[in-house]
């Protein structure tokens, strides 16, 4: 059945993250993110991002090519080494995008990650963080957020990425419907995305970490 979106419910997660010290602002739609993030990032800034289907769908990508920032973009590495470079400069970046796996109604943002250079420049570095969601990231508590990730999120990035994995051929975690179906259980494929979990609650640094909530369904 399929969800249908309840701005009330949207409201009152804006205020629970608002209460854990990160900001939280809402627009009705993708076109809207682009004009916002110009607001909150100055140009000449440095800027990256992790992985994040969210962003491509939202335009971000085009912003942060226009120029008008110093945007370290990995893709345009010649090698692995230069792509590790390339994430490690990442944690001197004035704002580092992206979006999350999932938000609690209690205001908890919760994700999970492989390489977790994403997770890492979440938690520390960047001058400020910029996640992008749309309203379908909202889940009621980590139990939610915990099967969210294995039953939906994963797979879908695993097939995005091409790994080879339990999630991505099955469509969802192998640990899904068992008596061992906690947060970490999963395959052991040397491919598995699910490595580092880290769930993001009440900030020391007040509105480092902003959420823009979008009122359309986005990402996985």
Same mark, same amino acid.
């Given at each position: 059945?399929?969800?249908?979106?309840?701005?009330?419910?949207?409201?009152?997660?804006?205020?629970?993250?608002?209460?854990?010290?990160? &900001?939280?602002?809402?627009?009705?739609? &993708?076109?809207?993110?682009?004009?916002?993030?110009?607001?909150?990032?100055?140009?000449?800034?440095?800027?990256?991002?992790?992985?994040?289907?969210?962003?491509?769908?939202?335009?971000?990508?085009?912003?942060?090519?226009?120029?008008?920032?110093?945007?370290?973009?990995?893709?345009?590495?010649?090698?692995?080494?230069?792509? !590790?470079?390339?994430?490690?400069? =990442?944690?001197? &970046?004035?704002?580092?995008?992206?979006?999350?796996?999932?938000?609690?109604? !209690? !205001?908890?943002?919760?994700?999970?990650?492989?390489?977790?250079?994403?997770?890492? =420049?979440?938690?520390?570095?960047?001058?400020?963080?910029?996640?992008? %969601?749309?309203?379908?990231?909202?889940?009621?508590?980590?139990?939610?957020?915990?099967?969210?990730?294995? &039953?939906?999120?994963?797979?879908?990035?695993?097939?995005?990425?091409?790994?080879?994995?339990?999630?991505?051929?099955?469509?969802?975690?192998?640990?899904?419907?068992?008596? =061992?179906?906690?947060?970490?259980? !999963? %395959?052991?494929?040397?491919?598995?995305? %699910? %490595?580092?979990?880290?769930?993001?609650?009440?900030?020391?640094?007040?509105?480092?970490?902003?959420?823009?909530?979008?009122?359309?369904?986005?990402?996985?």
């Amino acid at each position: 059945m399929m969800e249908t979106k309840d701005q009330r419910r949207i409201d009152m997660t804006m205020m629970k993250l608002r209460k854990n010290n990160m &900001a939280a602002y809402y627009v009705e739609t &993708a076109d809207e993110v682009v004009p916002l993030l110009k607001t909150l990032i100055k140009e000449g800034e440095t800027v990256t991002h992790g992985g994040s289907q969210t962003l491509k769908e939202c335009g971000v990508i085009e912003l942060l090519n226009s120029g008008a920032y110093n945007y370290l973009d990995r893709s345009k590495a010649q090698s692995p080494e230069e792509a !590790g470079e390339i994430m490690r400069a =990442a944690y001197t &970046a004035d704002t580092y995008l992206g979006s999350s796996n999932a938000i609690t109604e !209690g !205001g908890l943002l919760y994700n999970v990650d492989g390489n977790s250079n994403r997770t890492s =420049a979440y938690l520390y570095g960047p001058k400020q963080v910029i996640l992008i %969601c749309g309203w379908n990231k909202i889940v009621r508590d980590l139990d939610e957020a915990t099967y969210r990730v294995k &039953a939906q999120a994963s797979p879908q990035n695993t097939k995005r990425l091409g790994a080879d994995t339990y999630c991505s051929k099955a469509g969802e975690c192998l640990s899904v419907g068992t008596d =061992a179906s906690y947060m970490c259980d !999963g %395959c052991r494929s040397v491919g598995r995305i %699910c %490595c580092n979990y880290v769930i993001s609650a009440y900030q020391r640094h007040k509105d480092r970490i902003k959420i823009i909530i979008v009122g359309e369904e986005l990402g996985y």
